[in-house]
């Protein structure tokens, strides 16, 4: 069975700083992808980010990039120029290239980001 | 814009009910999923649905059922509800591709007493 894990409970930083989020995975596949989603106190979860198993590339979207490390089953996500509207939950998850897409995610238990003014 | 919605916002029922947790998306989207999502233990997968009528166990199905009877709703039922099913419950929905986004509903925060 697939895990996610986030060692990071809570973190904390400060705006306009950077900040990164650890996420490591454990899969015997080979082809799958990995999301980073975001969830705001009190608000719907959103995707920040997603990364192929195939494309050695570490995917960007504005502030946010991720250091995929395939062989170390390592996928974090940094935040760069921290802004208050980035407090929130984030979550990073996994779903394997098999069943058609029909699978759900495997999440990891979150870490709590914490944006100081 | 996707959009999910869920019946309710928060929910308290009775130890021993019928629950019924609803669950509407707009974009034609041929997944949906049913979440829970508790503190320190992240999100898990109730079960899945990837057709009208079709459903999948997740991670998590012992004491729910689901049902899906038109493509754009996904109901999660809890036959006779427990304490311990005191939780926040989150739809989601996607096109079938492994790479689509899931489109998170707002969740139903649930209280059984």
């Known amino acids: 069975a697939q895990t996610v894990t986030q060692s990071q409970p809570e973190m904390s930083v400060q705006e306009a700083e950077t900040v990164t989020l650890s996420c490591t995975y454990d899969?015997?596949?080979?082809?799958?992808?990995l999301f980073w989603y975001k969830q705001p106190p009190s608000r719907q979860m959103i995707l920040v980010i997603r990364?192929?198993?195939?494309?050695?590339q570490n995917a960007t979207e504005n502030r946010f990039s991720v250091n995929f490390q395939k062989a170390a089953k390592s996928f974090s996500l940094k935040i760069s120029d921290s802004q208050l509207g980035d407090a929130a939950m984030y979550f990073c998850?996994?779903?394997?290239?098999?069943?058609?897409?029909?699978?759900?995610?495997?999440f990891g238990k979150g870490t709590h980001l914490i944006i100081q003014p | 814009d996707v959009k999910v919605t869920q019946s309710s916002r928060y929910l308290v029922k009775r130890t021993g009910e019928k629950v019924f947790l609803e669950c509407v998306q707009d974009?034609?989207?041929?997944?949906m999923f049913w979440y829970r999502q508790d503190p320190g233990l992240g999100l898990r997968l109730i079960y899945f649905?990837?057709?009208?009528?079709?459903?999948e166990k997740g991670d998590i199905p012992e004491g729910y059922s689901v049902s899906r009877e038109k493509k754009e709703r996904f109901s999660l039922i809890l036959e006779s509800a427990s304490t311990n099913q005191t939780s926040m419950y989150l739809c989601?929905?996607?096109?079938?591709?492994?790479?689509?986004?899931?489109?998170f509903g707002p969740g139903t925060r649930l209280l059984v007493l």
């Open positions: 899969t015997s596949e080979s082809d799958y992808y």
């Open positions: 998850a996994y779903r394997p290239n098999s069943g058609g897409g029909a699978d759900g995610l495997t």
């Open positions: 989601a929905s996607s096109l079938p591709q492994i790479q689509e986004t899931q489109y």
């Open positions: 649905s990837y057709d009208v009528k079709m459903k």
């Open positions: 974009m034609d989207h041929e997944n």
């Open positions: 990364q192929e198993a195939y494309k050695q």
